[in-house]
């Protein structure tokens, strides 16, 4: 069960939640929580790639890469890639990355940014061109974006400059936790299909509530470093590694942001849901929502 906390404002609470990753710990045991690529999930990969090889996307911008775990399986799966994201101490094991494979045409191409998703249409409009094929933001990363004026200004710009970035008739891929779910229930669950990591051993749960409404949640992942073999895995762990990181996640509601993501990309776009990588009349409770939103193009039908 999780704990339940409540609040009339958000105050100290939220304070220092922004930076998340700034003493790149978290960062470092992110990488082993989900998985490096030789490990990520084939239901992951077959459902990413496979979508974006159906609807004929290309050019891909990640706006969320992180580690760079995605977007390096797009670079490996013929994909052109731009990856940004806001946290440079997970940047830096992208550039690693691109450094070690630089003789690879696809990776000495890779181009890596840091970007702030307020700005990033601005921050780089000059990648932008006529658009990207296909604009991603998984691995529950939006939600990092906590609602710090209760109407959810910030998130709805941030979405305005993903559709931006789209070109007509391109895609945005956007997910997050089965917040309802967690809100109800007061659990997460540990192990699931998204990530598959044999690392996880619990997920401490607990929910902030700001005058009556879920407003935070916070998780406090268990990971277990012992059996991690170093070499193998390209991380290094030290003996006083940490084997616990707490992340704190805005909880957002499912009909509350298909709804945010119809008013950025408007009605004639083409909207659907996928839970856990399946249309959701095949999966009772999900542990993640994917959003895949088709833009409008000049062409489409008004």
């Given at each position: ?10 105050g ?46 290309k ?35 992208a ?36 658009g ?39 895609l ?83 009909k ?12 004639n ?34």
């Open positions: 069960m999780a704990n339940m906390i409540t609040t009339r404002s958000l100290t609470a939220s304070e220092g939640i922004k930076d998340q990753y700034a003493d790149g710990k978290a960062a470092k045991v992110w990488e082993i929580f989900i998985g490096d690529k030789k490990s990520r999930t084939e239901n992951y990969k077959n459902f990413l790639v496979g979508l974006l090889k159906r609807k004929g996307c050019r891909v911008l990640d706006v969320a890469c992180g580690t760079g775990i995605d977007s390096i399986m797009l670079l490996e799966e013929g994909f052109e890639v731009v990856s940004v994201d806001a946290s440079d101490k997970m940047l830096k094991y550039l690693k990355s691109r450094w070690n494979r630089r003789k690879e045409a696809a990776f000495d191409n890779w181009i890596i940014e840091e970007a702030n998703w307020l700005t990033l249409y601005d921050d780089i409009k000059d990648l932008v061109g006529n990207f094929d296909a604009v991603i933001c998984l691995g529950n990363s939006f939600a990092h974006m906590l609602d710090n004026f209760g109407d959810q200004r910030e998130q709805k710009q941030a979405i305005r400059n993903f559709e931006k970035c789209v070109k007509p008739g391109g945005l891929l956007i997910d997050h936790r089965n917040y309802d779910y967690i809100i109800d229930s007061g659990s997460t669950a540990s192990k699931c299909i998204y990530y598959n990591s044999k690392h996880t051993t619990d997920i401490k749960t607990s929910v902030l509530f700001v005058e009556g409404r879920p407003a935070l949640v916070t998780l406090d992942y268990l990971i277990d470093t012992a059996s991690l073999d170093d070499e193998k895995s390209n991380i290094i762990i030290n003996e006083d590694s940490i084997s616990e990181f707490r992340l704190s996640y805005y909880p957002h509601r499912l509350i942001f298909n709804m945010m993501l119809k008013n950025a990309f408007g009605q776009s083409n909207y659907k849901i996928y839970g856990d990588f399946k249309n959701l009349e095949e999966i009772r409770t999900p542990n993640f929502y994917i959003h895949l939103v088709e833009k409008s193009s000049p062409y489409s039908n008004k």
